[in-house]
């Protein structure tokens, strides 16, 4: 199976003028601060490298590099871009077309309702199963558009997810801390167990595809899908982690906040 290069044109434009409208934004006078701005650009920068050029064209044939390309897209990539704030800048944009638009949308219950957390979780545990235990994990490696419709699908579920635990943005529904530590946590799980049973499997999931890896790569089929899995168990853990501690963070600062300004209250009212 072989990548149409239009994807590769189609994915480039996106980022780029993605990009372009991020700079011309001024996200700094926005009050986004420089590590949010440094995020994004990491995470399209990161997204350029999974859709456009080399990796996706290899990925169409070896199942582990697919895999490197969901655990970017989805666990990495994806809250990179929520940290940057880029919905805040919408809403706020410089074009009163772009902020009008941006205000419009936000106001769409069904738009609105992508945002609340449980609904966010079931979408990406959905995702997470669909690509990898359903009849679209084979189809994806066999139909080169089908693949990248999983690589959009990736990306679009995360942010979604990942849109109401971190903060950054207008959240359409107030998401407690407590709520925001315990979907992360709880999302390690079937990530982690996705891998594990990738990795420690003895029936081929993807077997046609796999049979081309072996042959074009020298790859052993169940070794591919071994690599995945073992790249997913271990990389998920890993970077499911880094958002656990940021949230912690998150949590302790609002904490300090709220009980500095309940001690500047009372002092006010001991004068």
């Known amino acids: 199976m072989k990548l149409n290069p239009a994807w590769d044109l189609l994915f480039a434009i996106t980022l780029l003028l993605v990009a372009y409208w991020y700079r011309w934004e001024r996200p700094s006078v926005e009050l986004i601060a420089r590590w949010r701005r440094v995020a994004f650009y990491s995470a399209l920068s990161l997204t350029f490298i999974v859709l456009v050029g080399p990796v996706p064209h290899i990925a169409v044939r070896l199942f582990w590099v697919h895999m490197v390309q969901h655990i970017l897209l989805m666990m990495l990539i994806s809250p990179l871009l929520v940290l940057g704030s880029p919905i805040k800048l919408a809403l706020n944009s410089r074009n009163g077309q772009i902020s009008r638009a941006s205000r419009s949308i936000s106001r769409v219950p069904a738009v609105r309702l992508l945002f609340k957390p449980q609904v966010g979780f079931v979408i990406f545990l959905a995702t997470l199963i669909a690509t990898h235990f359903s009849p679209l994990a084979d189809a994806g490696m066999l139909n080169s558009n089908v693949h990248c419709f999983e690589l959009i699908l990736f990306l679009l579920s995360g942010v979604i997810y990942y849109y109401p635990v971190l903060d950054g943005n207008p959240a359409p529904f107030p998401v407690s801390y407590a709520v925001r ?91």
Do not use: C
């Open 181 to 271: 530590l315990g979907s992360l946590f709880a999302m390690m799980l079937p990530e982690t167990m996705t891998g594990f049973f990738l990795y420690s499997g003895n029936k081929l999931l993807h077997s046609v595809t796999m049979e081309m890896s072996a042959s074009t790569h020298r790859l052993s089929p169940l070794r591919d899908q071994h690599t995945g899995g073992a790249l997913m168990w271990a990389m998920g853990m890993l970077i499911d982690s880094m958002w656990v501690v940021l949230a912690a963070k998150d949590w302790f600062a609002n904490e300090k906040r709220m009980a500095d300004l309940e001690d500047q209250e009372n002092a006010k009212g001991v004068e």
